[in-house]
C-alpha cells in the first residue's frame, strides 16, 4: 500500500505554559494579539490565537503532561519567528517588548546571515526571534516568502 505524504501545513502549535493566564495576559499586552472567541469553560483551560492559516493554543503544562501521559517541561530547543520587512520594524518592538518588562534574552543585531534579529522569551521560557531578512519579505496578508 503506497501510503500519502503529508500536506506541507500545521493545524496548531501548542506551548505548554506554567501559568495559562500570565501566559495569555503576556501575548494579549506585550504582543498585542486577541485571543479566539471562547466559552468561559474554555478559557479556563486554554487559549487559541488564530494567524496566518493556523492556531496557537497556550495550554497548562500540568494538564499538557496529564493528556500525554509523560512527564513534559516548557519548551526548548527550538524558536518561533516573528519576521518584519525592516531592521526599524524590529527595533520598535523591541522597544514595545522592554515597555511591557518583557525578558530580552538578545537585543537585536546584524546576523551573520545577512538579517537582523533579537531574541525574546514568554513567561514559561518559549524563546521568540524577531528577525528582518532582506532576503525574504513578509507579505501584506502577513504570510512569509
Not at 15 to 25: F, G, P, T, Y
Not at 30 to 50: K, L, Q, V
Not at 77 to 93: I, K, R, S
Amino acid at each position: 500500500m503506497d501510503s500519502q505524504p503529508l500536506d506541507q501545513r500545521l493545524s496548531i502549535l501548542t506551548i505548554a505554559v506554567n501559568d495559562l493566564d500570565e501566559s495569555r495576559q503576556f501575548y494579549n499586552t506585550a504582543f498585542g494579539w486577541t485571543p479566539d472567541d471562547a466559552s468561559d469553560e474554555e478559557a479556563a483551560n486554554i487559549a487559541f490565537y488564530s494567524l496566518n492559516g493556523f492556531k496557537m493554543a497556550l495550554y497548562p503544562l500540568a494538564k499538557f503532561a496529564e493528556e500525554h501521559g509523560a512527564a513534559v517541561a516548557p519548551p526548548a530547543g527550538f524558536t518561533m519567528a516573528y519576521n518584519v520587512n525592516t531592521e526599524a520594524e524590529v527595533d520598535q518592538l523591541f522597544a514595545r517588548f522592554a515597555e511591557h518588562g518583557v525578558t530580552i534574552l538578545k537585543a537585536p543585531e546584524k546576523v551573520f546571515w545577512g538579517g537582523y534579529s533579537g531574541y525574546i522569551a514568554g513567561p514559561s521560557g518559549e524563546q521568540w526571534e524577531i528577525s528582518f531578512n532582506p532576503f525574504t519579505m513578509v507579505n501584506s496578508d502577513g504570510t512569509f516568502g
